[in-house]
């Protein structure tokens, strides 16, 4: 069982049954999956994306500069970190939604002590604002806190269950790993499960990482227990 997890989450995935924005039905269901990683006395850290808002990369362009795309995806995983941070403690469990822009109107500063507390006293954290710096992607802010933060390994949840030598959902044959070196993860171009930039610091550090899907009920439980589910690149 790991002591302290990374767990993120797109934001595609929490749009849910919806085509953008928040679904509060998933956020209530993530609740409960979270619960049962926080009984069992592993804490939790979550980075959230802003896909289902906006995609600094690609609203870029007709007059918009990539660094403003960049920083309107860093409001986007703030929406979705206070939203998921509300269903959160109505579903009776405890969290904070700490910020790595400035915004403390809404949300607390995203600060190493501060962190480190909340976890201290079984709180979940989320985090919005990826790193907050243009260029680089939520994924790789993701290996940074969960550096940052001494995770035992970051789990990346996704539509398919792991890592394949192809697209399964373009290919019946696609054959997935049960493990993976990094280096073949970074190396193989049909490899996109996440950003070769976060891939290459996690290597750097001797970082794990699990690829898994989201569903079915359990799945990142499992995980955080030390059971094989999914990919694990090391």
């Known amino acids: 069982m790991y002591k302290r997890i990374l767990l993120k989450l797109s934001g595609e995935q929490l749009s849910g049954q919806h085509d953008s924005g928040f679904d509060p039905e998933l956020g209530a269901w993530l609740a409960s999956e979270i619960k049962k990683i926080t ?3 592993t804490q939790v850290v979550i980075m959230v994306g802003g896909g289902n808002y906006v995609r600094g990369a690609q609203i870029a362009g007709h007059g918009i500069r990539r660094v403003t795309g960049d920083h309107m995806g860093m409001l986007g995983t703030l929406m979705n970190a206070l939203a998921l941070t509300d269903v959160f403690e109505n579903q009776g469990l405890s969290t904070r939604c700490l910020s790595s822009i400035f915004a403390e109107q809404v949300a607390e500063p995203f600060v190493h002590r501060l962190a480190e507390k909340h976890l201290e006293k079984g709180r979940v954290i989320i985090v919005a604002g990826g790193i907050g710096r243009p260029y680089l992607t939520t994924d790789t ?8 933060l001494g995770c035992d390994v970051v789990i990346k949840t996704t539509k398919v269950d792991g890592v394949f030598d192809k697209d399964p959902e373009l290919h019946e044959d696609a054959v997935r790993f049960d493990t993976l070196g990094f280096q073949q993860a970074v190396e193989n171009p049909d ?4 950003d070769k930039a976060a891939m290459g610091l996690a290597m750097e550090q001797n970082m794990p990482i699990v690829i898994c899907k989201l569903h079915p009920a359990g799945n990142i439980a499992k995980v955080a227990a030390g059971d094989s589910v999914g990919t694990k690149i090391s």
């Open 141 to 148: 802010a993701a290996v940074s806190l969960s550096l940052e």
């Open 39 to 41: 009984e069992n006395g």
């Open 191 to 194: 490899i996109k499960v996440m």
